[in-house]
């Protein structure tokens, strides 16, 4: 099973070469910036676009409009700031890094993927893949969403101090999993493919996980990926119609535990604070010293987030000038 670890973005450092302003096709309309290839520390007016296919990299800038990054395009941006919203068409991607994105960010049925590093956003929603054949993925670490974070498709991993300020949401996705980070309201996993993993964080509201496939480990010493320690609910938590395994090891929960119709049954550990206890099936699970660490899942995510991500930062540095 792939991993969920993702590689630092290395800086773009680039200056624009030369721009030019289009008109849009009725007379009132606003204009739209076209970027393709890199761009500096300046303030774009209006709203930008990178043209299907082609690749923006930006470093310090500020857009005062919406951003569209076209089908099948890619946009890099460091240190910058978005007064709208971000929506990424079908094969696109956005990688922003110590950016600030006033407006919502969406990514399209069948879009490549969505990296936040040290960014702000508003509300984060990943389409469902639909018939496309595109898996998509969003990882977020040290970042904070102003809003809600939605997934219907593909991987998902919040990490490394992420704060969501509402609520978790996805369903359909590959995996969904949650590292160190903080949820203000409720976290919902349903019919995840490979299943899902939350370690080391905190969720304030509500959590219900069903459906899943590949199976569900809150906390440490489970089969699907390594981690440190458990976790803090703030009110009730379901685990529900799963397959591949329940595991519950090291958590505070403020609330009932409630595992029913797994297969198999879930395993609980002893050193779980359960404030309203446990209902439904469960085997009790000895905690163990070590912690199990899985090196296989941890290097393919590695390899396969660093792969993804310097691909699509190549193709921006390397595309040309930026254009208006």
């Not at 981690?227 to 519950?248: E, I, K, L, N, P």
């Amino acid at each position: 099973m792939p991993g969920r670890t993702i590689a630092k973005l290395a800086t773009v450092s680039a200056v624009i070469a030369a721009s030019v302003l289009a008109v849009a096709p009725t007379a009132h309309a606003d204009l739209v910036t076209h970027c393709i290839g890199t761009g500096g520390a300046v303030t774009v007016p209006n709203d930008l676009l990178v043209p299907a296919g082609e690749s923006c990299a930006l470093t310090g800038t500020t857009i005062t409009g919406n951003v569209t990054v076209a089908a099948g395009a890619n946009l890099v941006v460091a240190g910058g700031r978005v007064s709208g919203e971000v929506r990424v068409a079908a094969d696109g991607y956005l990688d922003a890094t110590a950016t600030t994105i006033d407006g919502q960010v969406v990514l399209a049925a069948g879009g490549y993927g969505v990296f936040l590093s040290d960014a702000s956003s508003g509300n984060v929603t990943v389409r469902p893949k639909g018939t496309a054949t595109v898996d998509s993925f969003l990882f977020v670490e040290e970042s904070t969403i102003v809003g809600t974070v939605t997934a219907g498709a593909g991987e998902v991993r919040l990490d490394r101090g992420t704060q969501v300020q509402r609520n978790v949401s996805s369903t359909g996705t590959y995996y969904t999993d949650v590292h160190d980070s903080f949820v203000d309201g409720t976290l919902s996993v349903l019919n995840s493919a490979t299943g899902s993993v939350v370690c080391g964080s905190a969720v304030r509201g509500r959590a219900t996980f069903a459906g899943n496939l590949g199976g569900v480990q809150l906390g440490p010493n489970g089969t699907l990926d390594s981690c440190a320690s458990g976790g803090y609910w703030g009110t009730d938590v379901s685990v529900t119609s799963t397959t591949g395994g329940v595991t519950v090891d090291d958590n505070i929960i403020n609330g009932q535990l409630t595992v029913t119709g797994n297969d198999p049954v879930a395993q609980v550990a002893a050193n779980n604070r359960i404030r309203g206890g446990v209902t439904g099936d469960q085997a009790a699970s000895s905690n163990r010293a070590a912690r199990v660490a899985v090196p296989d899942r941890e290097e393919a995510g590695d390899e396969r987030a660093e792969l993804r991500r310097t691909s699509a930062v190549r193709e921006a540095t390397e595309a040309g000038a930026a254009r208006l």
